[in-house]
């Protein structure tokens, strides 16, 4: 039966409707949305997929972090400060790994769509302009999701005591973490070119790992306290070590996202 | 059947009355530069309209208002009886927009990309026969940013149509394409079109908005400065030219001939004689001079002019 169509169409050229190969489409228009959260589903897992499979950003979202976590809690040559030091170590690289994904991937990812027009197309398609940033934020949450999961695994083979009530007491800042880089990222790549974000980001995470508060307690705690990330290295460090909701730096990262939300808002662009 | 000529698409009922864009008046200006100056233009259920205007005319930026992407400055903008600026959500599901510069996710594959497209619709075309008509199969998992250009603009096409749109706006759709694939393209965007779907392109390649437009809006310096179908913008502009030795003494045929003819040698050994009627009449006396001149004017008739003369005549010839 496959034959008979072979056979049929060579010699086809002329247009004729009836002998055509080509397959009809139903063209009349009647253009109607996916619901909000479907269409926000489908850009978030969009989005991790490729986060997902970009070899440069899985280095910084997973295989540095892992890098970090082991040398952290295996061996005791830097001062990580008072307490367990697994669950140290862990807080720390949960802290890099929120401004590894939320920062400085979203940042690049965000600004080469900027800079080839994604943005664009996407603001006019069904999925608008909301669309695409809940669609963001979901994939930040799916992408760190899977980085908590891995490093708590990580962090069991070195000797870490699964904590689930710490864990329940790192949410809040995870969450805020997560909501303060996120727009941190949106405010530099809506805002400069696209390789200068990516020298940015990228230079950013390295000067917050060294000196931000992300993993090591700072050397400067009336600066790095008043910075998101030493906001969320401490944070992560209360909860992890004393179960405990570290309010004042909670208030630091919400005062960050509300800003650096403010502050795209206003000045984003989106081409 | 549909693809070989432009056969006047039947009217659709309340055609007039309900036009998919109507534009009045737009003005719009970047840091004292003015783009859109007055702009004022129709397009129509069922047909396919093109602005056709050189580089920096202003015909990205008309459009770009149109998807709701950039405000007009001033001047009425109806897309679908909305307003593009405030209406954007009740508008999205109901276009389809393809950008000059693509703006597909680049780390994707092919097809992904348009089964992404699909799902932000609610009832889209199914994903297979589209990919099929556009000949996307072939590379279909391949990532955009390792596609040709012309596979791009395919790819962009077909998302373009997969959410059923009634209205398409395609920014230089041809950018890119050989001839087959703009054949293509060019028949399933007339395929839209007796659809019913409106079709709104712009262009600057001659061939493709008098193959493919119904109605051709000429855009100069942000204004319209002709509109028509391709047939209207060319009739009664027939000029008759004829081929001869380089260097004819162009001043003294004009001469021989009734007031009002102008005679060019348009390119070495081409002459054309415009401003008269290309009649029997003005042949015998071209005919009759170049005896007298002993040349032999070969190919000596009427050709009618086509779009690229008139918009030629329209925004000039110089470089901009």
């Keep these: 039966m496959n034959g008979a169509r072979v056979a049929a169409s060579p010699g086809s050229g002329a247009p004729s409707d009836a002998g055509a190969p080509r397959p009809a489409l139903d063209l009349a228009p009647r253009g109607t949305a996916a619901p909000f959260l479907r269409r926000t589903l489908r850009q978030a897992g969009l989005e991790t997929r490729v986060a997902l499979r970009n070899g440069e950003q899985l280095l910084l979202t997973l295989v540095l972090p892992v890098i970090v976590l082991v040398a952290a809690a295996r061996t005791t040559s830097v001062d990580l400060g008072e307490g367990d030091r697994p669950s140290l170590a862990l807080a720390g690289v949960l802290a890099v790994a929120v401004v590894s994904t939320a920062f400085t991937g979203q940042a690049i990812a965000t600004g080469f769509d900027r800079r080839n027009g994604v943005l664009r197309l996407l603001a006019t398609s069904p999925l608008g302009r909301t669309g695409l940033l809940a669609g963001k934020a979901g994939a930040v949450a799916a992408l760190v999701g899977v980085q908590v999961v891995v490093l708590c695994a990580v962090a069991v083979a070195c000797g870490w005591q699964p904590d689930p009530l710490g864990l329940l007491a790192a949410l809040p800042a995870l969450v805020l973490g997560c909501a303060a880089f996120t727009a941190l990222a949106l405010l530099l790549a809506g805002t400069v070119r696209a390789e200068a974000t990516l020298a940015a980001a990228n230079f950013v995470w390295v000067l917050l790992l060294a000196g931000g508060g992300l993993v090591l307690p700072s050397p400067v705690p009336a600066l790095t306290s008043a910075l998101p990330s030493g906001a969320l290295g401490t944070a992560l460090r209360s909860a992890l070590t004393e179960h405990a909701v570290a309010v004042g730096p909670l208030l630091v990262l919400l005062a960050w996202a509300v800003a650096a939300a403010a502050a795209s808002a206003r000045w984003f662009s989106w081409e | ?320």
Aim: aromatic share 2%.
């Design chain 2, 1 to 320: 059947m549909a693809a070989a000529s432009p056969l006047p698409p039947a009217p659709a009922p309340g055609d007039a009355a309900d036009p998919a864009v109507e534009a009045h008046g737009l003005r719009k200006s970047y840091g004292g530069t003015t783009v859109l100056d007055g702009l004022s233009f129709t397009a129509r259920r069922g047909r396919v309209t093109a602005l056709l205007g050189p580089n920096g005319a202003g015909k990205t930026t008309t459009v770009a208002c149109c998807e709701g992407l950039r405000r007009v400055d001033s001047g009425t903008l109806r897309v679908l009886g909305r307003d593009p600026a405030t209406d954007g959500a009740s508008l999205r599901p109901r276009v389809g927009v393809v950008l000059q510069d693509g703006g597909l996710p680049t780390g994707v594959g092919a097809l992904e990309v348009l089964r992404h497209v699909a799902g932000l619709h609610s009832d889209p075309l199914p994903v297979g026969p589209l990919a099929e008509r556009l000949g996307l199969t072939s590379f279909a998992r391949t990532r955009v940013r390792r596609l040709s250009g012309g596979q791009r603009q395919r790819l962009a096409l077909a998302c373009a149509l997969v959410g059923r749109p009634e209205l398409l706006f395609l920014d230089e759709p041809s950018a890119g394409l050989d001839p087959q694939a703009r054949l293509a393209v060019w028949d399933v965007v007339r395929e839209a079109r007796d659809a019913g779907v409106a079709v709104l392109l712009t262009t600057h390649l001659m061939e493709e908005a008098e193959r493919l437009a119904d109605e051709v809006v000429v855009v100069d310096h942000g204004r319209v400065v002709a509109a028509g179908s391709p047939a209207d913008l060319t009739r009664g502009t027939a000029a008759l030219t004829f081929t001869a030795p380089t260097g004819l003494p162009t001043a003294s045929l004009t001469s021989a001939l009734p007031a009002g003819a102008v005679v060019t040698e348009t390119e070495p050994g081409r002459y054309a004689v415009t401003g008269v009627p290309a009649d029997p009449r003005t042949a015998a006396t071209v005919s009759s001079w170049c005896a007298t001149h002993d040349v032999l004017p070969q190919g000596l008739g009427a050709a009618r002019r086509t779009l690229e003369d008139v918009f030629l005549d329209l925004t000039g010839r110089t470089l901009r």
